[in-house]
């Protein structure tokens, strides 16, 4: 095995099957698409890439494996798995997640179509593994997929160490040693021994932190709106295809955004960090449930019809609706005297850190720093807001 130097888990051996993947297309992609997105235009050192982070994810499942006492073929196509995890994110990762699903119909994380053809078939058949297998692991299937996507998965533990990392800040800190070794499955679920209720808090203190001042930084949330509407933009006024879209790097996306006509103001917005403001930033409390629970074509008619009565152009104004809040990794599964028991209910540490959620919880109206003003008015009024 060749070993990797990788900025959080210094040197990194992976098995021959993962070494052979590294060198196709569609993984080498991975080193032109931000892991942060739009965060790096908050913390200027956070540029690692999901290339990086896909090699660290192996990394942690092999010592996973390890610690578990699997081996052989099973282990093989887990850590194939664990590195092709992210191969099916579009430009932008998680930015441009929701446009591909509502055109494609599909998730990130559903790749049994990529995994079925060309370069990546060929080395997971050269290497005795089924496609098919691989892509079941990659979204969570079966007893081993849990490792690879699920609420205590090497993704989640490599993803919170290695953002802190670029960051620099110091909330994604996470023992992750202590919670592989951690790991059983009890009747087919993936858990955590007794007496690490502390270890699954941790992990969910640490996502709960790196959320409030890392994940939605309200910058970083105005810059992936103007992102995604323009985006929308770009694909109803040229002929890319969504398949085509999906493929993108960062830059090329960025690159198609500047050449055309009808997305190109936004697009130099965004490359040079002109973003819009917020025009309205409000709790839980004050946003009614119907506004909360909105789906993506009712949020376009509230944009438009606050655009209208505040008498600016549509593109103008962006409504961001976090939807309602969620905690998966309180799911997490913990023995408690003998018992498999889900955090959430044991942990009355996890219980606040869910309402904590709401607390934090912002809605965001965004518009030209010049029209805030007019924005905020016919924002309130439409949206029926409590301010």
Not at 48 to 66: K, Q
Not at 343 to 355: K, W
Request: net charge negative.
């Amino acid at each position: 095995m060749q070993a990797i130097k990788d900025s959080v888990h210094d040197y990194v051996e992976l098995p021959p099957v993962a070494e052979e993947l590294l060198d196709t297309a569609p993984v080498q992609r991975l080193r032109h698409i931000k892991q942060l997105s739009t965060v790096r235009l908050v913390y200027p050192s956070a540029s690692h890439t999901r290339f990086e982070h896909s090699i660290g994810v192996a990394h942690l499942a092999g010592r996973a494996l390890d610690r578990l006492g699997i081996d052989g073929h099973r282990a093989k196509a887990v850590q194939a798995a664990a590195l092709l995890h992210d191969v099916g994110h579009g430009p932008y990762g998680h930015q441009t997640e929701g446009i591909i699903e509502r055109r494609l119909g599909r998730h990130h994380d559903e790749v049994t179509d990529l995994l079925s053809r060309g370069e990546l078939a060929d080395v997971l058949e050269r290497h005795d593994l089924n496609p098919d297998e691989v892509a079941g692991l990659v979204a969570g299937e079966g007893e081993l997929g849990q490792l690879v996507a699920g609420e205590l998965d090497v993704d989640r533990m490599d993803y919170l160490v290695r953002d802190a990392h670029h960051t620099g800040v110091p909330y994604g800190t996470v023992d992750y040693g202590r919670l592989l070794g951690a790991l059983r499955f009890a009747d087919g679920q993936l858990v955590l021994a007794e007496g690490n209720v502390p270890t699954a808090e941790s992990l969910l203190v640490a996502r709960a932190l790196m959320n409030a001042t890392v994940y939605r930084h309200h910058v970083s949330r105005i810059a992936g709106a103007m992102l995604e509407r323009t985006s929308e933009r770009l694909l109803d006024s040229t002929d890319i295809t969504p398949e085509e879209f999906q493929r993108f790097t960062d830059a090329e996306l960025l690159a198609a955004l500047q050449t055309c006509k009808t997305t190109s103001s936004m697009a130099g917005r965004i490359a040079e960090r002109n973003l819009f403001k917020r025009a309205v930033w409000v709790e839980w409390d004050a946003v009614p449930a119907e506004i909360v629970g909105a789906d993506h074509d009712v949020i376009r008619e509230f944009e438009r019809e606050i655009a209208t009565s505040a008498g600016v152009s549509p593109e103008a104004v962006l409504l961001d609706n976090p939807g309602e809040p969620r905690m998966p990794e309180s799911s997490s599964r913990v023995v408690v005297n003998g018992e498999v028991r889900r955090l959430a209910e044991q942990s009355p540490l996890v219980q606040g850190l869910q309402a904590s959620q709401r607390t934090q919880w912002r809605l965001g109206v965004y518009a030209p720093e010049e029209q805030t003003d007019d924005v905020e008015a016919a924002a309130n009024a439409v949206l029926g807001l409590s301010t």
